[in-house]
């Protein structure tokens, strides 16, 4: 059975994980006949968001608990991934992906991958093996590896970073997946569009169906 490797950064779209698309990701994996692990970096998040509000709180909380979670306490801490015992790589999206797994959100084009992330993308696509992102997760793909083909969308500004980082940019709509075969990273752009949970449903399966292909 073919083992995908799923990344966290949080629970909740505002300072951590997109729980939807996390959760239709792993339902997708499964759907189609493969199984998967959950990953997450234990370092405390950017921020705490209360949801209900928008509004910033003031306590602190930890990335690794927090996607255990949407994980249902079934995880391990992203320095125990291995690129030999995985198939595939996929990174949700929510702003943890731009707040805790990166400084996007703060930097733009000008910003960094916490070094775990870096590694375990480096490690996969020198192993050949598929990575997957979804929503604003494929920026961390673009600032470590810069010449990649992918897409989040529509989003003017997001795009205009991208590519002044070396990306090559497709705009996308809902469900689509963009390909870059030189990596064998796979970008879909889910709540980067104006989509509704069916619509993130699509997009995760057809990013995962996609990834299980090249697997194959």
């Known amino acids: 059975m073919k083992k995908i490797a799923v990344i966290l950064s949080g629970c909740g779209v505002f300072d951590g994980t997109e729980i939807h698309e996390a959760t239709m990701s792993m339902y997708a994996i499964v759907k189609n006949g493969a199984e998967y692990q959950v990953f997450a970096p234990d370092i405390m998040q950017h921020h705490v968001i209360n949801h209900l509000t928008g509004e910033e709180m003031n306590e602190s909380r930890n990335v690794l608990i927090e996607s255990a979670r949407i994980a249902r306490g079934n995880i391990q ?15 949700p999206g929510g702003f943890g992906a731009a707040k805790n797994l990166s400084d996007w959100a703060f930097k733009g084009k000008d910003s960094s991958v916490i070094p775990e992330v870096e590694r375990i993308i480096k490690e996969m696509v020198n192993a050949g093996k598929p990575v997957g992102a979804l929503c604003i997760s494929p920026v961390l793909i673009a600032r470590v590896l810069q010449d990649v083909h992918l897409t989040i969308g529509q989003d003017a500004d997001t795009i205009e970073a991208l590519e002044a980082i070396g990306a090559t940019h497709k705009k996308t709509g809902h469900g689509e997946v963009v390909i870059d075969e030189k990596f064998n990273i796979l970008t879909t752009p889910c709540y980067m569009l104006d989509a509704n949970i069916a619509q993130i449903g699509e997009g995760a399966e057809n990013i995962v169906k996609a990834m299980l292909d090249i697997i194959d």
């Open 77 to 91: 801490p992203i320095e125990k991934f291995s690129a030999g015992d995985y198939d595939g790589l996929l990174f």
